[in-house]
């Protein structure tokens, strides 16, 4: 049976969920069905995890960058343009999937424009949303829609993104697959070591109740707030202490606000980490304070851990946090509120793990190798149709 190129194209591989999970899958694709090929831009801490898969070809882009730079946005059109043409074999199958905004528009186009008609997109979140200007948010719809015209499929990671895609017009129903966003769930159900002494590392003291967030320092994840919230907090807790783990843009705020509020050494910065499942075993409350989302990776990945959450109402998080049931949600930006609820929780041990627990038994349709077979069920299901359309012979899956 002739092998089926896959081709995922994504804008940066900063340590995300979308990022990850477009790792995970170029690196366990199917060997005998697929030949995995990644394109990316050449910033993000998982460019020297990228190098070191097996039996995937690794092509990086300087010019693809997450921001608008015509210039750049022209000459990485074209670099990926040229990949896929070489890539395009006569008598051969491929199909690009594309993940994240830039990569989105960019990849998809080059991949018409290469003659390659079966194209996928992963929407993690829209590149559009109610904070922008509203120009702005009408030009992004706008791209969007336009670009669907030559997309076969788009992946969402939560109902609520359906819905939204749909009622903006930039998808039919029809073009519309969920699949959720994974988690090596087993990575943090069986984690090892000593609590206390991870506290301890990370630079807390072990008897004091940690609360973290894990998120890219932008915008979108509101940072600032949680960083209030921390204060809050501390002002009704005094022997606690509060977690950002991740880095970005806005990080010389963070550390600003942090001075002005005087929580210097009661937020600890921790950057890009490698080891989310030991943080997370020893933590209290993870608190996520997005303005909008797809569906964070970071939830489940609570969930598994027996994690309560604090966070805001916000796209699909409801389809993973069930209020009062393993955490709680608030509107964006009520921060009384999202304090309110990280000191009941922390002065409520017993609900806290209560919740933690529920939590654990609704994770497991965030299973990642359950994504997996879900993307290959897709591609297995794209190809058969486009043989058919062709009236070309349809090859058993199993061959």
Known sequence: MNKTTVVHIITKLELGGAQQNTLFTVANLERSKYEPVLISGTEGILVEDAKKLKDVKIYLVPELVRAIRPFKDVVSFLKIRRILKELKKPFSNIIVHTHSSKAGILGRWAARVAGINLIIHSVHGFSFNGYQPSFLRAFYIFIERVTSHVTTRFILVSKANIEKGIAERIFSKEKAVLIRSGIDIREFHEVKGDRMKKKEELGADARCPLVAMIACFKAQKSPLDFVKIARIVSDNIAAIRFLLVGDGVLRSEIEELIKKLGMDGKILLLGWRNDIPEILSCIDVLVLTS??????????????????????????????????????????????????????LIGHPEKAQELGEKGKGLVE???????????????????????????????????
């Open 291 to 344: 303005l909008w989302e797809g569906l964070p990776r970071v939830f489940p990945q609570a969930m598994a851990s027996g994690v309560p959450v604090v966070a805001t109402e916000v796209d699909g998080a409801p389809e993973a946090i069930k209020n009062g049931i393993n955490g709680y949600l608030l509107p964006p930006k009520d921060i009384n509120a999202m304090a309110e609820k990280v000191i009941y």
């Open 365 to 399: 349709k965030f299973d990642i190798w359950k994504m997996l077979a879900q993307q290959e069920e897709l591609y297995a299901s794209l190809l058969k149709s486009d043989k058919e359309s062709k009236n070309e012979p349809v090859q058993n899956s199993s061959g």
